[in-house]
């Protein structure tokens, strides 16, 4: 499935590092709050930041072509999107990382997985259809890699977000 | 229990349709809706009715941009986890998710003897001193429910990341049903 920003983003991308001007950075931090939902947003936007609809459009496209921001869109609950979730850590021999990086890595209903300064050193989310599939998935990778798989699925939920300011 | 799930919300045709087609993001254009109300074959007005109730039942949380952490100077993120009071956990966990530079926060099951955490609150900033400072703010909060479990188990730890290994999101399959 191509991304609708891909169709619509027409400045160059680029790998080299974006300037962020004052406009670059009011524009970041307002839109991270959330755009309104009207026929003509972005002119709503504009007259926040004292600019124009077509200077808004261009400037948020261009920050997307530099991957300044990664996204653009409505941010869904996961709830909505159905399946189970956990939460899951293995401590893995130094000597094995890499090894067990692939074995991990392999499982499609793998979502992230990330390398932390621990002894529990590999921390990677499940993400499965079915709630009883995350089971067979721990066990698959315990069998795959002889180490046993840490998992903590969240109980309680206080909050999800994030607000970076530029 | 040993899996987070969720109770599948209720979804219509359409409203899976609209999931499908903004999942990965909506055109920046001066008229997103009347795109969205072509490719669903809807009117306008439907169309910004439909994310009206769907950001009034939480389904869609904002319409927002999402910043590259990397790219605007994040790069220092920090999973803290705590050894706190159960009784005390639901409360000192929503004192902890209102902290400005939390972006997720959660209780998780203990699985002892390894690992005694059941708070997670993951912290962010553009140095590796500025989530130290964020740490010892969330410490400084929990003092009192901080538990003691004296032998090796520490009652709170910071796991910096080191390498992304895998990254790729959560999506709504395509089912043709």
Request: aromatic share 10%; glycine share 4%.
């Amino acid at each position: 499935m191509t991304t609708t920003q891909e169709k619509f983003s027409n400045a160059p991308a680029s790998s080299s590092d974006y300037v962020l001007d004052k406009l670059d950075r009011a524009l970041i931090n307002l839109l991270q709050h959330g755009l309104p939902v009207c026929e003509n947003p972005f002119a709503q936007v504009a007259q926040e930041v004292a600019s124009n609809e077509s200077e808004v459009i261009e400037r948020i496209n261009n920050l997307l072509a530099h991957k300044v921001l990664s996204r653009f869109g409505p941010m869904f609950d996961a709830a909505c999107l159905g399946g189970a979730f956990t939460l899951a850590a293995i401590a893995v021999p130094e000597e094995r990382f890499d090894e067990v990086t692939e074995i991990v890595n392999s499982f499609e209903q793998i979502a992230h997985n990330y390398k932390r300064d621990h002894q529990f050193n590999m921390w990677f989310v499940i993400a499965t259809e079915l709630k009883e599939e995350i089971a067979e998935v721990v066990k698959a990778i315990e069998a795959k890699t002889q180490l046993s798989v840490l998992n903590v699925p969240k109980e309680e939920e206080f909050y999800v977000g994030l607000y970076l300011p530029v | 229990m040993s899996v987070s799930t969720y109770p599948s919300k209720e979804l219509s045709a359409l409203e899976r349709a609209y999931i499908l087609l903004t999942q990965n993001g909506m055109p920046v254009i001066p008229q997103p809706f009347h795109y969205i109300a072509e490719q669903l074959d809807i009117s306008v007005e439907q169309a910004l009715a439909m994310t009206k109730d769907l950001k009034q039942r939480g389904i869609i949380r904002r319409i927002a941009a999402v910043p590259n952490h990397y790219k605007l100077g994040y790069r220092f993120n920090g999973m803290t986890v705590w050894d706190i009071d159960d009784e005390q956990a639901s409360k000192f966990g929503d004192a902890v998710g209102k902290l400005p530079f939390v972006s997720h926060c959660y209780l998780r099951p203990r699985q002892l003897p390894n690992w005694n955490y059941n708070l997670f609150a993951m912290v962010h900033g553009t140095t590796p001193e500025e989530i130290e400072v964020y740490r010892s703010q969330i410490k400084d909060l929990l003092a009192d429910v901080l538990q003691d479990r004296g032998n090796k188990l520490e009652s709170y730890n910071m796991l910096t990341s080191t390498k992304i290994l895998k990254k790729t999101g959560l999506r709504l399959k395509n089912k043709t049903a």
